[in-house]
């Protein structure tokens, strides 16, 4: 393949917002990439055609992210554009690398200290040390706190003050605080170790105090790529300044609507300031969503539309470009067992259906919520997995298994297909490839070595490359002995497998990843917003969090919460984030959520709409749009729907808009069985406002009285 053909492939299929990324120029470049725009793309293309051009060196590019699979993930994209040698790692991979590397000359002969890989004992020790005693929760909290003080370089005789300007909602008082992590950094220093703070902090002293250091680090690394720049806390950002020393070739990808970890330190304020930081820059905007259905889109949006503070100055509001789906389902119960019973059933139903398990999702807002569905998806035997929980390499069964896979590379015949050599090995651990238990502990370990048989059909799929020369290779089939060096490396990366099952996952640890069908559990206020969000910012970090959940779903979503904790519990209200969530008898069904309306919009009592056929009171979205019960027989005029749809098609293609930002199918629908004859029966269809009344209103009534298409919009002028 020529550079150029390969140029040509690097862009084709971009859009124009991609295309505008990839093809900035050198310099500063500031990408606000909304959730499902294909920003990954973007950027591995950028990478990927500055080096085909010959701009720049893949070996002196480090593109940094916040999680190993995505640093993974961005490397085999890179290769596969045929870009291989990039450095992609997350902050303190790249940290880890570099300490290590410059070691011998940064401390002069004496070992590497030891990195923690938990904060937890040693603050036990440390609150110990200063008469606080604390169990395991406790000691997580002051962890928690400690990070934070380190994330943002506050150091422990300045944290009471920082803490009291941040506002932080401490685990203890702030002057406790203050005391355990001063012993904390006493006692790690006493024991020799280090944490992956002090790693960032380690590299940044490097860089900063030795001039040696800088001008290898900088000469080896020119061009920096960042994404998730939104999260982004004040030391990484000290860090990547570090390593750019005063240059600008740089580019940060990121989404302010989706800054959801401002707990930890993480802060907007370098993507929202990346402009005024460099005058130069080049900013693009990605709000074409590949994701999501325009149903799930049309939600995300009225969610974020009410946001205010510092991070809705960047609010993108984003495009649907996939089919149509289903609205999402809004659902309302008596209690929270009832609530997980629900989800539980339906996931059931769905996998039955033909749904993978893999591809369902329960979010909630804390990990404590979780509880409830692993116990009610047990009782309905649904498989399932706990995002955030115990590491998958750390579970014992797969440690175990790694072990017998090991010691297998000495035994299994060399000729074995890998699945099969795979399946053998685990038989050492008791694992068959036959029907796995049912729910609970016992599925869940099935499941975890299950996904290793899966990995280990993907990973024979694709044949080493063995160099013959300096232009030949061959191919030949990957071994055992290759699956488990794969396993090792996937290991010290954390880059897991997908294991079948339904997934449980608070809204944090969703973020990033995406399934077609997601419940959104636990929609109360108390919950979320949590109590502890006390202030504006606070409670608008709930509502982005809100958003994320949301916009994690490809095509079904179901948005739930229950009016009491538990059976015969005090009443609760639904959050304040979905305005329109109406209690209803029966079904627990609730009505879709409002696309506008601010706080005034809120608290005012939704409108009765009643069935023009039976009468009956109207609770679903799309029912209270069309003025009748789903049951209700339809009286729609197919003609004029067909002239309608016709209209929509050639009006969206004039505007270059999507056909349902015009009007949505249900709209259409409801405007042929309806048929107003004046402006007052048009705008009481729902979805059919002041500012649609004046773009499209006198088109569609002329519809109605009988004109066709193309005497409201010529077929030639489009």
């Known amino acids: 393949m020529t550079v150029q053909s390969a140029v040509e492939q690097v862009l084709a299929g971009l859009d124009p917002e991609q295309r505008s990324a990839v093809t900035a120029p050198a310099g500063p470049v500031c990408v606000l990439a909304g959730a499902g725009t294909g920003k990954t793309r973007a950027v591995t293309s950028r990478v990927a055609h500055r080096s085909l051009t010959g701009e720049v060196t893949a070996r002196h590019v480090l593109a940094v992210t916040f999680t190993a699979r995505a640093a993974a993930e961005m490397r085999q994209r ?10 992609a790692r997350t902050f303190h991979a790249a940290a880890m690398r570099q300490v290590r590397y410059f070691a011998p000359r940064l401390l002069q002969g004496r070992a590497m200290p030891e990195l923690l890989d938990s904060k937890v004992r040693l603050v036990t020790l440390a609150a110990a040390r200063v008469g606080l005693r604390t169990d395991r929760a406790a000691a997580r909290d002051l962890a928690g706190e400690i990070e934070w003080a380190k994330s ?38 006493g024991n020799g170790v280090i944490d992956f703070e002090d790693l960032l902090r380690a590299m940044v002293w ?52 989706q800054t959801i970890y401002s707990f930890t330190g993480a802060t907007s304020s370098y993507l929202v300031d990346f402009p005024r930081r460099y005058r130069d820059a080049v900013v693009v905007r990605l709000v074409r969503d ?24 960047l609010r993108l509001e984003l495009v649907g470009q996939r089919p149509t789906g289903p609205e999402p389902d809004v659902r309302i119960f008596t209690d929270e067992p009832a609530e997980a019973t629900a989800v539980a059933v339906r996931c059931r139903a769905m996998i039955e259906a033909g749904t993978p398990a893999r591809e369902v999702a329960v979010l909630f807002r804390t990990n404590a919520q979780s509880e409830a569905y692993e116990k009610a998806l047990t009782e309905a035997e649904v498989p399932y997995q706990v995002q955030g929980a115990e590491r998958f390499f750390e579970r014992t069964e797969v440690r175990q298994a790694m072990v017998a896979l090991r010691a297998a590379t000495r035994s299994v015949p060399g000729d074995l297909p890998l699945p099969t050599a795979v399946v053998e090995a685990l038989a050492a651990v ?19 070595l299950a996904a290793l048989v899966g990995l280990a059909e993907e990973y024979a799929a694709t044949p080493e490359l063995v160099p013959l020369g300096e232009a030949a290779t061959v191919q030949r089939p990957v071994t055992l002995a290759d699956f488990t060096d794969e396993l090792h490396r996937r290991a010290a990366q954390q880059h897991v497998p997908t294991v079948d099952g339904v997934t449980l996952a608070s809204l944090h640890a969703a973020k990033g990843l995406e399934w077609d069908a997601v419940f959104l559990v636990g929609l109360a206020e108390g919950t979320l917003p949590t109590t502890y969000a006390r202030t504006a910012e606070q409670v608008e970090e709930e509502r982005r969090l809100l958003y994320v959940g949301i916009t994690r779903a490809r095509q079904w979503l179901w948005l739930s919460y229950a009016a009491a904790r538990s059976p015969g519990g005090r009443a609760r209200r ?30 005012r009592r939704p409108q009765v709409v009643s069935c023009r056929i039976c009468g009956a009171t109207l609770l679903a ?8 019960c789903p049951t209700c027989p339809s009286d729609i005029d197919t003609e004029l729907y067909e002239r ?31 048929r107003p004859a004046r402006q007052e029966e048009l705008v009481a269809i729902a979805g059919i406002g002041p500012r649609k009344l004046g773009l499209y209103g006198e088109a569609v009534l002329a519809l109605v009285q009988g004109a066709s298409v193309d005497e409201i919009c010529p077929e030639k002028s489009f």
């Open 644 to 674: 309608l749809h016709t209209w929509r098609q050639r009006t969206a293609g004039a505007q270059k808009v999507p056909a349902y930002v015009v009007f949505t199918d249900a709209t259409l629908t409801a405007l042929a069985e309806r």
């Open 430 to 448: 008791g694992w068959a490839p036959d029907a796995p238990p049912t729910g609970g502990a016992a599925r869940e370990r099935w499941e975890a």
């Open 621 to 628: 979205g799309p029912d209270r749009k069309l003025g009748r």
């Open 152 to 189: 943002s370089l506050v150091e422990p005789g300045e944290y009471e003050v920082a803490a009291a300007k941040a506002l932080r909602d401490t685990p203890h008082e702030p002057a406790k605080v203050a005391a355990v992590f001063t012993a904390y950094e006493q006692i790690k220093r």
């Open 78 to 87: 890179l290769t596969l554009l045929g870009v291989p040698g990039v450095q």
């Open 574 to 603: 639904p959050t304040r984030f979905l305005p329109r969530l109406e209690r209803s008898g029966g079904t627990e069904r609730a009505g879709a959520p409002a696309a506008a309306g601010g706080r005034r919009a809120e608290r």
């Open 290 to 313: 590949y994701r999501s259905t325009p149903q799930v889109v049309g939600l995300a949006n009225a969610v974020i539309s009410q946001a205010r503070g510092t991070e809705a100055r």
């Open 206 to 257: 490097g860089i900063e105090e030795h001039s040696d250091v800088a001008e290898q680090v900088r000469g080896q690394y020119r061009h920096f790529v960042v994404d998730e720049y939104q999260d982004v806390n004040p030391l990484q950002q000290r860090l990547l300044d570090a390593w750019l020393g005063g240059r600008n070739d740089l580019t940060v990808v990121g989404d302010a609507s």
